[in-house]
């Protein structure tokens, strides 16, 4: 069965530090995956999107930053933080019915 | 104009009760349509899809499609408390490969 992983679930981080959160999917192959962020009781709100290997589409202008180096890995940078970067941050995948998500990472930017 | 819109709530039912959630969009040409429930501190998790319109059943859900009115909506019978969570709809773009979503709707139901 297909899963997908995402880690760290929390991640308190100072203004200016950089990042990066990972996600990996398992029992696929060339998935299309997906980053999204939820700010506190907001939609969410996509920010990349992925069809392959080294292939990223960014849809928010941002000082964030996605990679795919491998097929299944799919990883979220950001050199210098900001305050306004805090949020829930999700990676799914499109599956054969819709989005699966992974458990999510919360980051709080002090 | 948003392209997927959800009332936010909250919308509050006694338990047993049935409660209506209603989304709209506004691309003609979208194809499939999501219901996902999401607990507060936790991520999405896949409720509901509809291609078709009419209607969908599935245990105490029922999903509602009506694409002349770019409408679909979610039923929940028998509510519980359980249920309290915010549900949130999601329409896939012409290439099926995009899901746009709703602000998303907060469901209180109480005992």
């Known amino acids: 069965s297909q899963t997908i992983h995402q880690w760290p679930a929390t991640l308190v981080q100072p203004v200016g530090s950089p990042l990066s959160l990972e996600c990996t999917v398992e029992?696929?192959?060339?998935?299309?995956l997906y980053w999204y962020r939820q700010a506190a009781g907001r939609g969410l709100q996509l920010l990349f999107y992925?069809?392959?290997?080294?292939?990223i589409s960014s849809e928010v202008p941002q000082n964030l930053s996605a990679s795919r180096p491998q097929d299944r890995q799919f990883i979220l940078s950001s050199k210098k933080l900001l305050l306004s970067d805090s949020g829930f941050y999700l990676c799914?995948?499109?599956?054969?019915?819709?989005?699966?998500f992974g458990s999510g990472t919360r980051l709080t930017v002090v | 104009q948003k392209e997927v819109e959800q009332n936010s709530g909250p919308l509050s039912v006694p338990e047993g009760a049935i409660a209506s959630l209603n989304c709209t969009y506004s691309?003609?040409?979208?194809?499939?349509f999501f219901w996902y429930r999401q607990y507060s501190g936790k991520s999405p998790e896949l409720i509901m899809f509809?291609?078709?319109?009419g209607d969908k059943e599935d245990g105490r859900f029922t999903a509602q499609l009506n694409k002349a009115s770019q409408y679909v909506s979610l039923l929940i019978r028998d509510s519980q408390p359980s249920d309290s969570a915010t549900y949130l709809c999601?329409?896939?773009?012409?290439?099926?490969?995009?899901?746009?979503f709703g602000g998303g709707t907060r469901l209180m139901v109480k005992p």
């Open positions: 999601a329409v896939n773009n012409n290439a099926g490969n995009m899901l746009t």
């Open positions: 992925s069809v392959g290997i080294g292939q």
């Open positions: 029992g696929t192959s060339n998935p299309n």
């Open positions: 509809i291609y078709s319109n």
């Open positions: 691309d003609r040409g979208s194809q499939s």
């Open positions: 799914a995948w499109i599956a054969p019915y819709g989005y699966t």
